[in-house]
């Protein structure tokens, strides 16, 4: 199991992201879950990118269109980096 560090940035693109959206809230708080105890669970679909903000970093699926970017700080934790959109304005790929 991985201990989840959450960054002021993530933070903020969750508040943003949500708006009053409890199903979406959902989806990332059971998305977050499974990650703490795989990374590598098949249903996150989690893959290395190259982020807008960040170089070589991991993407995890929420939705079709929602992403959580992070990135191992050590053997025990996951580091949330940013969460957005795959387009649009919130996206967070390159």
Request: charged share 20%; net charge positive; proline share 1%.
């Amino acid at each position: 199991m991985y201990l989840l560090i959450f960054t002021s940035s993530f933070n903020k693109d969750y508040k943003k992201i949500i708006k009053r959206n409890t199903l979406l809230q959902k989806r990332i708080l059971k998305s977050l879950t499974l990650l703490s105890n795989n990374p590598n669970y098949q249903s996150l679909r989690t893959h290395k990118v190259n982020s807008i903000e960040f170089d070589n970093v991991w993407s995890s699926w929420v939705t079709e269109d929602v992403r959580i970017i992070w990135e191992y700080n050590n053997n025990t934790a996951i580091k949330l980096l940013a969460l957005g959109t795959h387009s649009g304005s919130n996206k967070v790929y390159k």
